[in-house]
Protein backbone atom coordinates (compact mmCIF):
# COMPACT_ATOMS: atom_id res chain seq x y z
CA UNK A 1 0.00 0.00 0.00
CA UNK A 2 1.28 3.46 -1.32
CA UNK A 3 1.68 5.92 1.74
CA UNK A 4 2.31 9.58 1.17
CA UNK A 5 3.50 11.90 3.84
CA UNK A 6 3.68 15.75 3.26
CA UNK A 7 6.43 18.26 4.71
CA UNK A 8 7.42 21.51 4.91
CA UNK A 9 4.89 23.88 5.11
CA UNK A 10 4.80 26.63 7.71
CA UNK A 11 4.06 30.20 8.33
CA UNK A 12 5.47 32.27 5.76
CA UNK A 13 5.04 36.41 5.08
CA UNK A 14 3.96 37.78 1.60
CA UNK A 15 6.36 37.27 -1.06
CA UNK A 16 8.42 34.51 0.77
CA UNK A 17 8.82 31.22 -0.48
CA UNK A 18 8.48 27.47 0.53
CA UNK A 19 9.47 23.80 -0.62
CA UNK A 20 6.92 21.07 0.10
CA UNK A 21 7.94 17.47 0.13
CA UNK A 22 5.58 14.55 -0.48
CA UNK A 23 7.55 11.11 0.60
CA UNK A 24 6.11 7.59 -0.34
CA UNK A 25 6.96 4.67 1.49
CA UNK A 26 4.95 0.89 0.75
CA UNK A 27 5.48 0.83 -3.41
CA UNK A 28 8.02 2.95 -6.07
CA UNK A 29 6.91 6.69 -6.39
CA UNK A 30 8.64 6.17 -9.73
CA UNK A 31 5.58 4.35 -11.32
CA UNK A 32 2.79 7.23 -10.10
CA UNK A 33 1.38 10.20 -11.64
CA UNK A 34 1.39 12.59 -8.75
CA UNK A 35 -0.34 15.97 -7.93
CA UNK A 36 -0.57 18.46 -5.60
CA UNK A 37 -3.84 19.77 -4.74
CA UNK A 38 -4.74 22.84 -1.85
CA UNK A 39 -8.05 23.45 0.62
CA UNK A 40 -8.33 26.61 2.08
CA UNK A 41 -10.50 27.32 4.97
CA UNK A 42 -13.98 26.89 3.90
CA UNK A 43 -13.51 26.78 0.52
CA UNK A 44 -13.38 23.45 -1.88
CA UNK A 45 -9.99 21.64 -2.47
CA UNK A 46 -8.65 22.25 -5.61
CA UNK A 47 -6.11 21.18 -8.18
CA UNK A 48 -2.46 23.28 -8.27
CA UNK A 49 0.25 21.21 -9.99
CA UNK A 50 1.18 17.65 -11.68
CA UNK A 51 3.81 16.01 -12.66
CA UNK A 52 3.94 12.29 -14.59
CA UNK A 53 5.82 9.78 -13.37
CA UNK A 54 8.97 10.26 -15.41
CA UNK A 55 9.17 13.83 -14.55
CA UNK A 56 8.80 14.61 -18.40
CA UNK A 57 5.51 16.45 -18.16
CA UNK A 58 3.99 19.15 -15.63
CA UNK A 59 0.87 21.33 -15.71
CA UNK A 60 -0.65 24.03 -13.24
CA UNK A 61 -3.35 25.57 -12.62
CA UNK A 62 -3.63 29.52 -13.71
CA UNK A 63 -3.08 30.68 -10.47
CA UNK A 64 0.06 29.43 -9.55
CA UNK A 65 2.00 29.79 -12.80
CA UNK A 66 4.90 31.14 -12.64
CA UNK A 67 5.05 30.91 -9.08
CA UNK A 68 4.84 27.37 -8.44
CA UNK A 69 7.65 24.52 -9.54
CA UNK A 70 6.94 20.83 -9.45
CA UNK A 71 9.77 18.58 -9.73
CA UNK A 72 10.56 14.82 -8.53
CA UNK A 73 13.40 12.66 -7.48
CA UNK A 74 12.50 9.18 -8.11
CA UNK A 75 15.28 7.95 -6.47
CA UNK A 76 14.75 9.49 -3.34
CA UNK A 77 10.79 8.34 -3.74
CA UNK A 78 9.97 12.37 -3.08
CA UNK A 79 8.12 14.79 -5.21
CA UNK A 80 8.50 18.30 -4.65
CA UNK A 81 6.62 21.75 -4.75
CA UNK A 82 8.32 25.15 -4.48
CA UNK A 83 6.40 27.57 -3.65
CA UNK A 84 7.34 31.26 -4.61
CA UNK A 85 6.15 34.99 -4.08
CA UNK A 86 3.86 33.41 -1.83
CA UNK A 87 0.15 35.68 -1.71
CA UNK A 88 -2.26 35.30 1.54
CA UNK A 89 -4.48 33.58 -1.17
CA UNK A 90 -1.91 30.63 -0.86
CA UNK A 91 -3.05 30.13 2.50
CA UNK A 92 -4.32 26.40 2.75
CA UNK A 93 -3.55 22.77 3.62
CA UNK A 94 -1.48 21.40 0.77
CA UNK A 95 -2.23 17.61 -0.12
CA UNK A 96 -0.25 15.29 -2.24
CA UNK A 97 -1.62 12.04 -4.02
CA UNK A 98 -0.69 10.00 -6.37
CA UNK A 99 -2.53 7.76 -9.75
CA UNK A 100 -1.51 4.82 -11.34
CA UNK A 101 -1.91 5.99 -14.89
CA UNK A 102 -0.20 7.71 -18.06
CA UNK A 103 -1.97 11.12 -17.67
CA UNK A 104 -1.11 13.49 -15.44
CA UNK A 105 -3.82 15.97 -14.54
CA UNK A 106 -5.19 18.18 -11.58
CA UNK A 107 -8.54 16.52 -10.94
CA UNK A 108 -8.86 15.20 -7.67
CA UNK A 109 -11.17 12.34 -9.25
CA UNK A 110 -8.40 10.69 -11.23
CA UNK A 111 -6.06 10.21 -7.79
CA UNK A 112 -6.57 7.15 -5.71
CA UNK A 113 -3.89 7.85 -2.74
CA UNK A 114 -3.78 10.56 -0.46
CA UNK A 115 -1.62 12.25 2.09
CA UNK A 116 -2.59 13.99 5.36
CA UNK A 117 -1.54 17.75 3.98
CA UNK A 118 0.75 20.10 5.55
CA UNK A 119 -0.50 23.44 6.10
CA UNK A 120 0.98 26.76 4.65
CA UNK A 121 0.13 29.79 6.22
CA UNK A 122 0.53 33.18 4.22
CA UNK A 123 0.04 36.56 6.44
CA UNK A 124 2.25 39.49 7.48
Known sequence: ???LVESGGGLVQPGGSLRL???ASGF???VYVIGWFRQAPGREREGVSCISSTGGFRNYADSVKG???ISRDNA???VYLQVNSLKPEDTAIYYCAAAFRRV???RQDE???WGQGTQVYVSS
Do not use: H, K, M, V
Open 76 to 78: RNT
Open 104 to 106: CGI
Open 21 to 23: SCA
Open 28 to 30: PLA
Open 67 to 69: RFT
Open 111 to 113: YDY
Open 1 to 3: QLQ
